[in-house]
């Protein structure tokens, strides 16, 4: 592998300055960003910035992509070092490290959580990254397929048949190796699973992160983990008190 050249370093010293300004700018002024006073403030003339971002949607989404993958793989480290048998202790794991992740960074979680930004359209390259947390959420459930608590933790209603033609589309396109399930509960009924979860915790911690729960909750440490805990048990995680 060859080094980068001086040229190459210089320009990803820059452009990491630019986002470096750029992220600033998010937390005063939203996601409503000029490029002229981004580029100000990281002492550039606007065409100089253009020849790193060509459009404040393109600075958008290496905002965006760098949020995504900077949970993520805070979510997937910490999870990684809870036992694998351990089921109820990485959802809890997860749980925790995406609150801590978006209470450190309110306002990179409310440009990939909140409301969409007007006028812009993320291109498909943000997908993978946004998927990463769902990824490892699904990942502890796949991994406990086919034990008796996992049976009984899936719900028995079925899934509508045009959701399950949905998730199987997700899962012919699924990252990776998946492990051996006997099955049931099929894949697709564990996906479903996963994605009320994910929904479940990030609409828990949007509500934290957004100030829904001011002058309701002062327990939020103890609220918090009592929430997940209550929602692992949809899925039978249930970790040690």
């Known amino acids: 592998m060859t080094s980068k050249t001086l040229r190459e370093r210089l320009r990803a010293g820059v452009r990491e300055e630019i986002l470096a300004v750029a992220r600033r700018h998010l937390a005063s002024e939203g996601a409503n960003l000029s490029l002229r ?17 060509d459009s404040r949607d393109a600075l958008l989404t290496a905002l965006i992509t760098e949020a995504y993958e900077d949970v993520g793989a805070s979510v997937a480290a910490a999870e990684a070092a809870v036992p694998r ?21 309110p306002a990179e979680y409310a440009l990939i959580y909140g409301s969409p930004v007007p006028g812009y359209a993320a291109p498909e390259d943000t997908v993978s990254p946004a998927a990463r947390v769902l990824i490892t959420l699904s990942g502890i459930l796949f991994d406990s397929a086919g034990t008796a608590s996992q049976h009984a933790a899936i719900p028995v209603r079925p899934l509508p048949a045009a959701v399950r033609e949905d998730l199987t589309r997700l899962m012919n396109h699924w990252p990776g190796e ?19 979860l994910w929904t479940h915790l990030f609409g828990l911690v949007g509500f934290e992160t957004f100030g829904r729960l001011n002058d309701m909750i002062e327990a939020r440490d103890e609220y918090f983990d009592h929430q997940v805990q209550m929602i692992g048990t949809l899925a039978g995680l249930t970790a040690a008190p």
């Open 37 to 53: 006073a981004v580029a100000r403030d990281a002492g550039l003339v606007p065409s100089a910035l253009y020849r790193y971002f």
């Open 85 to 105: 048998a351990d089921a109820g202790g990485r959802w809890l794991t997860v749980c925790r490290t995406v609150r801590a992740w978006a209470l450190a960074h």
């Open 178 to 196: 998946l492990p051996e399930t006997q099955g049931p509960p099929s894949y697709e009924d564990l996906l479903a699973m996963a994605l009320t």
